[in-house]
């Protein structure tokens, strides 16, 4: 005898699993940053980047659902929504592999401020003598022995396939 998995729940709910998802994925790599002192390196920031993308597909997927009553659309933004966290896998393993010094990074490996939140005094600080901006191979933070990137890899590998499962599984809300 098989079960048959309740994907209506999931895809009923997958916007708002998603938006919890990269959405705390994102507040934590800011609790690090801004309470932790760790700040993020270039590699860092691309995958905060596909987070934030997939808050973005995740809000237009509800507002679609809102306009349309039935969720016509659900499924190809669940589409678009397992391109994006396909991506964010594949910059946090990338980026887990140069921590482990299995590859080598970009050679630009190195932080870039964020433009909205510089002055210019902290511009001169970043060109003093001794200052070291943190390096796309070196994690600060280890759990496990595994690292923030390492982490953001495995979680966005299940967010893949449960997106991709919802869709090929799921019907309908039913």
């Known amino acids: 005898m098989t079960q048959r998995i309740d994907t209506g729940f999931a895809l009923r709910f997958s916007p708002w699993l998603a938006i919890l998802f990269s959405g705390g994925l994102l ?33 237009f997927m509800l507002v679609a659902r809102y306009l349309s009553k039935d969720g016509t659309w659900d499924k190809v933004f669940l589409l678009i929504m397992s391109m994006a966290f396909i991506t964010s896998f594949g910059l946090a393993f990338w980026h887990t592999g140069v921590e482990y010094k299995w590859w080598d ?4 490996c190195s932080a870039i401020p964020d433009i909205g939140t510089i002055n210019i005094t902290d511009i001169s600080k970043i060109f003093e003598p001794g ?10 933070w280890h759990l496990l022995k595994i690292s923030m990137a390492g982490y953001n890899a495995f979680f ?4 893949t396939v449960l997106c991709l499962g919802v869709i090929f599984k799921g019907n309908s809300y039913d």
């Open 105 to 108: 990074g970009p050679k630009t």
């Open 27 to 59: 507040m934590g790599a800011l609790a690090f940053q801004h309470f932790g002192d760790m700040h993020p390196c270039q590699m860092c920031y691309w995958q905060r980047h596909a987070h934030k993308t997939i808050l973005a597909i995740a809000l």
């Open 156 to 159: 966005s590998a299940i967010a």
């Open 131 to 140: 200052v070291k901006l943190p390096s796309c191979s070196d994690a600060p």
